[in-house]
């Protein structure tokens, strides 16, 4: 069985900042938690100064007090390191761990995440405080997981001081070898910015104009690397003295800082922190997507869902609270995505500091409002849901995400700055969501294997291994649908000559002779089988080299020209979508989907209603129905099931309350022999 932790069933519980209350406090909070079903609290995650008060003390009588408190009340830990926000007297003993910007500026302490990621005074104190707890608590009956850190990357992303310089210049010359190679990868005859040595090179700081692209480049991938450095860290030093615990750190969904591929290969378990804004009206659909790359960073393992809030936040402009009901769904939600569990910020909600009006599980009104009425019902229904627990699911479309390339695209200079990474996925994702038809992610690399269709909305950098891996899945039987402005340049962000998109060029029978952005607020019309379909932000001149035409250019210097072609090659199809179609994408899409026979989850699903499976070992399916609509929607269902939530068996339809929800239990088909 595939379980993230020990702890049986669903996960249910959240951050707790116990140091910010007196002990009397702990014990009315692990009585509630034993109400509410807790099983599983993060603890310490901002302790350090309480752990560590000055260079020689250290005190952990309070945690052990904590840990064997909550142990009796038969609730799980999951232990912080404690390390993303290193206390006063370190700084002031060590000023140059702070971070310094692009500009120069030294960033103060007197908020959090105050560290340079190169600092080798910072992460000598965070390995040895990881050690203290590793030595001290590794056998602690309460604990069940390990928490690294807190969301690397929230605030300091990069720093630019002079040890973060040096170790950029280490890393460059184990990328590059020799300054040689390094000038020929950065293009340096360009501008006359050749080098003579490795010393001459720092960080992209603030200059007088455009900095060398592959200079930017090679520093994003640096800056994930040297935060995934000081993980890596404190994951040897856990899995040294803590061996068979599982160890986690808390994803921020998707991040454009932190190459999650590579990080979530030093994850034992993938957790991530997800805070849609109740405001938005299709912010569920984002939810989804994030929670699509969450699952699929371990091909489908589950995951857990460490932080959301359970109302409002406290970081927005404005802080709208999540109407009733809808708490309930969008932690549905999430297990319907592949989580088995949903964590909170925070377990008790703080009265001083930065967050004291975010939302808590036990809200500053204590057990007498809505707030904690919620918490309990969510706990219940946890319980009912927990055999689903290490359930699994697998989609027939694979959406291909590269980091490099989503750093690369979004590089200044090029021929439009409206191409974001997020802004051409969304479009798709929504199409593929919109229709009922489930996505997984994968990295460019593959494996591509049992996916019938892949979508690749944007791989402006390709490198030509990729190409021949994706002409080759093709060939054999598959389908790709590529978007605009893709197989630009290689791996150092140099074009690929002969004519865009370089190696995809003969997979996709077309050449374009160049790019035809179109200005902000102007749309170009596409005629798509006699249907108008508005082009924005990016159009090309293209010319086929073997592919078909399945649209044109309506309006604008392109008119008659070809905008979306497929190509047959060996037994699969290749498309080709030339510009960006935002909110008509799936009119497109729709075709290569009914040819790859990559249906909905559910045929007839109506409109606002997200429907996905999981399926555990023994064959049985869970199928969940989430009404994100305001009004009631009927399913058509296929076969009879038990809803989970109110244990009652299924007919041939369901009708769903709007924000109702069901979790319905389908017996494997021998079973039903
Ligand atoms: C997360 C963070 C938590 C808390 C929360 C508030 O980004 O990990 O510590 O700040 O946001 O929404
Ligand atoms: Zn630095």
Redesign the pocket.
């Known amino acids: 069985m595939d379980r993230l932790t020990r702890v049986p069933g669903l996960l249910y519980g959240g951050?707790w900042n116990p140091e910010q209350w007196p002990e009397e406090v702990w014990a009315e909070d692990v009585k509630l938690m034993a109400e509410a079903g807790v099983n599983l609290v993060t603890v310490g995650?901002f302790s350090w100064a309480r752990l560590q008060p000055d260079a020689h003390s250290w005190d952990f009588g309070w945690l052990d007090r904590l840990l064997d408190l909550v142990h009796r009340h038969g609730v799980a830990v999951d232990l912080a390191t404690a390390t993303a926000s290193p206390p006063a007297w370190l700084v002031r003993a060590h000023p140059e761990l702070l971070p310094v910007t692009a500009d120069g500026v030294r960033l103060e302490f007197g908020s959090r995440q105050h560290y340079c990621p190169s600092s080798p005074v910072y992460r000598a104190a965070a390995v040895r405080l990881t050690r203290m707890l590793a030595e001290r608590y590794h056998d602690h009956p309460a604990l069940a997981l390990w928490h690294i850190h807190?969301?690397y990357g929230?605030h300091v992303q990069e720093c630019f001081c002079a040890e973060s310089a040096a170790d950029f210049r280490h890393w460059l010359r184990r990328r590059h070898g020799t300054v040689e190679e390094l000038n020929r990868s950065w293009g340096t005859a360009f501008w006359s910015q050749r080098y003579n040595s490795f010393d001459q090179v720092e960080p992209p700081r603030t200059a007088p104009g455009p900095v060398n692209p592959t200079q930017l480049l090679d520093w994003r991938r640096f800056c994930s690397d040297a935060l995934l450095a000081l993980h890596r860290a404190e994951k040897a030093v856990l899995d040294e003295l803590s061996p068979g615990l599982p160890v986690t750190t808390?994803f921020m969904s998707m991040l454009k800082a932190l190459d999650y591929w590579e990080w979530s290969r030093h994850e034992d378990v993938v957790s991530d922190?997800a805070?849609p804004d109740p405001a938005d009206p299709r912010a569920h659909v984002n939810a989804a997507l994030n929670y699509d790359l969450m699952r699929s960073l371990k091909q489908g393992r589950p995951w857990l869902l460490m932080?959301q809030?359970p109302s409002a936040?406290s970081?927005r402009p404005v802080n709208v609270p999540k109407r009733p009901g809808l708490y309930r769904l969008w932690s549905l939600q999430a297990l319907a995505r592949g989580a088995d569990g949903v964590l909170h910020?925070q377990w008790r909600a703080s009265v001083a500091g930065a967050?004291k009006f975010?939302s808590a599980m036990l809200p500053h009104r204590g057990t007498a409002g809505r707030g904690w009425q919620q918490t309990l019902a969510l706990g219940a229904e946890l319980r009912r849901l927990g055999e689903i627990a290490g359930s699994r699911s697998r989609a027939r479309v694979g959406v291909l995400l590269d980091w490099d390339s989503w750093w690369a695209l979004e590089l200044d200079d090029h021929p439009s700055a409206r191409m974001r990474w997020l802004d051409l996925l969304r479009p798709w994702y929504a199409a593929l969501y919109d229709r009922g038809t489930s996505v997984d992610f994968l990295p460019p690399t593959g494996p591509y294997d049992g996916y019938r269709l892949l979508l690749a909305p944007n791989l402006y950098l390709l490198d030509t291994a990729t190409a021949e891996r994706l002409t080759h899945y093709v060939r054999n039987g598959g389908h790709l649908v590529c978007g605009p402005f893709s197989g630009i340049t290689d791996r150092h962000d140099h074009i690929h000559p002969g004519g865009h998109p370089g190696p995809l060029r003969e997979l996709l029978g077309l050449v374009v002779d160049e790019h035809w952005p179109i200005p902000d607020g102007e749309t170009t019309s596409v005629h798509l089988d006699g249907r108008e379909l508005r082009a924005e932000r990016w159009s090309e001149w293209i010319e086929t080299e073997g592919a078909e035409t399945l649209a044109r250019y309506g309006s604008g210097e392109l008119t008659g020209r070809p905008a979306v072609t497929r190509h047959r090659h060996g037994t699969g199809s290749a498309w080709y979508l030339g510009c960006h179609l935002g909110p008509d994408t799936g009119r497109v899409l729709d075709l290569p989907l009914a040819e790859a026979g990559t249906g909905p989850e559910l045929p007839g699903l109506p409109d606002g209603v997200e429907a996905t499976r999981r399926r555990a070992a023994d064959g049985t399916e869970y199928l969940f129905l989430l009404n994100h609509g305001p009004a009631d929607r009927t399913v058509p269902l296929t076969r009879p099931g038990t809803d989970l939530l109110t244990g009652t068996a299924t007919g041939d339809t369901l009708t769903l309350a709007p924000l109702g929800a069901a979790v319905l239990r389908l017996p494997a088909p021998e079973e039903r022999a």
């Open positions: 951050d995650v807190n969301e929230d808390n922190d805070y932080e809030a936040v970081w910020f967050e975010h």
